[in-house]
């Protein structure tokens, strides 16, 4: 439940700072009471300034305490500039997240281990008091395959025994018979959205396979996220014999593929091939080419040939899940993990991804400086991508349709047409901009700090950095960017670009079902229809496999699988929904 919270005014700035700048000398007025008078304001000229910190960066002070900035209205673009930069107060007692009745369920139904020391990774217990509860129930089937994989990971997983014995016959180019532990090796591609979605899908993978998830950790990537197994770490050992992602890719001679075509191993009779018959790895190549992911992965018949490998190499750009729904042989299990289907990432992804004390406190901090107290939060994700640019006119237009459409935001009142204090008197709605533009933010900003509301509520408006452009290799700009993400994820509606894994990522953390800005057909310029209703909470896949097996056939899956549509913002992509 999204508790609200009381909007005490913040913690007090140096009075005598502020005596100085004002010219003060004594005289009929005491100065405590005028600073007394202007605490009493500071909240309401806060929230209605909206929030950024300078030049569009995080705060960078002790992840331990949140920020207020005071100046709020000089920190963002257009606005006249500070004599000085604002000053940083911390308010005491406000290391835990600000709701008068913290959520008793930290391990979110049985999802989460309680096996960890929170103090090392204070997101994994504290992210979802941000949150309104989950509106998918966990399957305690589900609950008891994580509890099993992490027994499994922490006998097989780096530094033990029998990972030091399978990296030996790696190493000897041998793939031995009866493995007791086989794994799967994550290598990155793409920005951090892909590479979240791509990690959950890889995961999903190796508990219903049995193997082991191990990640390669690019050094953009490093610090991002905590261990999300107890006991055991899933990050690829630097000395690991076949670390070199540039050898991975769709022309690699140990991909899957083309050991089919040269030979290398057959799938036409799977059960006669011996496993210390084939090569040492196999590398899985998930990458869409011509807008399909390949046909030889999500096959009952190149299943049980992929399953006698020990070691699986896995690169990909997709969010592949939806994929393993159509796989025959994984459907019970599937079903019995997720009777919800649309739930598969919701659950996967809060499972997987905590950020580390440094990244939550960024997010921590801004959370409780500008959105902790407010009656409702909307997000709005825009992301511009080059294959396909739209001039900022153009998607800002779009942006206030869909907006003024569905009602996002209040109404603005006229010119000469007096402001209802009556209806939404006293309530703040918190709009989040996640762009690398700070247009957005100007624009909408300046509307509502301009004109009143018809409902009398205040809308303040917040865009925590401006990147310009994404940086997929620079590891600071991946923590804001994951800042961004649970920021926008702690929202309670969200409007997004098609397309977007950022986006994806955000409302599926949040179980929210966002509003898609739809893109204009490839000769147009401007979409004809502003926005629309996602009916899943769960992210898109791009390009799905032919899946005609070995008749070789093209099947429409959206047209036979009751659980499966076609994507809102990409028609021939597939999602996973619940009926």
Not at 9 to 19: F, I, M, S, T, V
Not at 92 to 108: F, M, W
Not at 334 to 363: C, D, S
Not at 454 to 464: I, K
Request: contains cysteine; hydrophobic residues 35%; proline residues 8%.
């Amino acid at each position: 439940m999204d508790v609200k919270r009381s909007r005490s005014p913040r913690a007090p700035a140096d009075g005598e700072d502020d005596k100085k700048r004002a010219g003060w000398r004594g005289g009929g007025v005491r100065p405590e009471m005028v600073l007394v008078g202007f605490l009493l304001t500071l909240p309401l000229l806060f929230l209605v300034f909206g929030g950024r910190w300078g030049s569009g960066s995080f705060p960078s002070s002790s992840p331990s305490t949140p920020v207020v900035a005071r100046n709020v209205a000089a920190g963002g673009r257009g606005a006249t500039p500070p004599s000085k930069k604002p000053e940083a107060v911390t308010p005491k007692n406000v290391s835990a997240p600000t709701t008068s009745s913290p959520s008793p369920d930290k391990l979110l139904g049985g999802l989460l281990s309680a096996a960890f020391d929170e103090s090392s990774c204070q997101s994994r217990y504290r992210s979802n008091l941000y949150r309104k509860p989950s509106p998918f129930r966990l399957s305690p089937y589900l609950a008891q395959k994580l509890r099993k994989y992490e027994a499994y990971h922490k006998k097989c997983g780096p530094g033990t025994k029998r990972y030091r014995r399978a990296v030996k016959q790696l190493k000897a180019g041998r793939n031995a018979d009866h493995s007791d532990c086989k794994y799967v090796v994550w290598f990155p591609c793409n920005g951090l959205g892909n590479r979240m979605l791509t990690i959950a899908s890889t995961f999903l993978y190796a508990l219903l396979t049995d193997r082991v998830l191990l990640m390669h950790v690019a050094p953009e990537q490093q610090g991002l996220f905590c261990e999300p197994f107890p006991g055991s770490s899933w990050v690829l050992p630097g000395d690991f014999p076949e670390n070199n992602p540039h050898k991975l890719h769709i022309g690699a001679a140990e991909s899957y593929a083309n050991m089919l075509k040269g030979g290398g191993v057959r799938n036409d009779d799977p059960g006669s091939v011996a496993a210390a018959s084939l090569p040492p790895y196999v590398y899985l190549h998930v990458e869409q080419f011509q807008l399909k992911l390949s046909d030889n992965v999500f096959c009952d018949e190149d299943q049980v040939v992929l399953g006698k490998f020990n070691w699986m190499l896995l690169k990909s750009d997709s969010y592949f899940a939806p994929a393993l729904f159509l796989t025959p042989m994984f459907e019970k299990e599937l079903a019995r993990m997720f009777p919800q289907k649309e739930a598969v990432f919701h659950h996967l992804g809060r499972y997987l991804f905590h950020p580390t004390n440094r990244v939550w406190g960024i997010i921590s901090r801004y959370y409780e400086a500008y959105l902790a107290r407010v009656d409702e939060k909307i997000g709005f994700q825009i992301r511009i991508f080059p294959e396909k640019p739209i001039k900022f006119e153009n998607m800002y237009d779009q942006l206030m349709r869909c907006i003024r459409e569905q009602r996002l935001l209040p109404e603005l009142a006229g010119a000469a047409e007096p402001a209802n204090h009556t209806a939404g008197a006293g309530k703040v709605k918190a709009v989040l901009i996640a762009s690398l533009y700070s247009g957005y933010y100007e624009k909408i900003r300046g509307m509502y700090y301009e004109s009143p509301t018809r409902n009398g509520e205040v809308v303040a408006v917040f865009q925590p950095s401006h990147e310009e452009q994404q940086q997929y290799t620079s590891n600071e700009h991946n923590q804001k960017a994951l800042a961004e993400i649970y920021l926008l994820s702690y929202c309670d509606k969200i409007a997004m670009s098609a397309w977007s894994t950022f986006g994806y990522v955000a409302y599926s953390f949040a179980g929210v079902r966002p509003w898609i800005l739809l893109r204009p057909d490839w000769d147009k310029e401007v979409s004809a229809v502003a926005c629309v209703r996602s009916a899943s909470v769960e992210p898109c896949l791009h390009s799905p496999p032919q899946l005609g097996c070995r008749a070789r056939r093209d099947v429409d899956v959206a047209a036979v699988k009751p659980y499966v549509r076609h994507c809102e913002d990409v028609r021939f992509g597939i999602k996973l929904f619940d009926t």
